[in-house]
Nanobody
Framework: VQLQASGGGLVQAGGSLRLSCAAS????????MGWFRQAPGKEREFVAA???????TYYADSVKGRFTISRDNAKSVSLQMDSLKPEDTAVYYC???????????????WGQGTQVTVSS
């Protein structure tokens, strides 16, 4: 399975961006997808996740009410990011097929990352 993330860019504070992540290859084992981010000098952190079974969503406290993760189809998810803040600046990674809790980094597959920069 390969994951291709897209949609990053530069936006002013208060603006919006939409990230997309599409999986290719054998997807039979995927039951959830998520987004993580890593800011300069910081560890990678959980942002959001959605499960296929039960259609449950999970969000980091820092993005609740501003970000929305959607399942576009069996192979892709999107992350709608509204009311962006400078502290949201990071490289965003999509991930698929978690081996443990969806909020952990224990995913089998990772995308290459896409840069999101929010200017003040």
């Amino acid at each position: 399975v390969q994951l291709q993330a897209s949609g990053g860019g530069l936006v002013q504070a208060g603006g919006s961006l939409r990230l997309s992540c599409a999986a290719s290859g054998s997807i039979l084992s995927i039951n959830a997808m998520g987004w993580f981010r890593q800011a300069p000098g910081k560890e990678r952190e959980f942002v959001a996740a959605r499960t296929w079974i039960g259609d449950s969503t999970y969000y980091a406290d820092s993005v609740k009410g501003r970000f929305t993760i959607s399942r576009d189809n069996a192979k892709s998810v999107s992350l709608q990011m509204d009311s962006l803040k400078p502290e949201d600046t990071a490289v965003y990674y999509c991930a698929a097929d978690p081996k443990g809790p969806v909020v952990s980094e224990r995913y089998n597959y990772w995308g290459q990352g896409t840069q999101v920069t929010v200017s003040s």
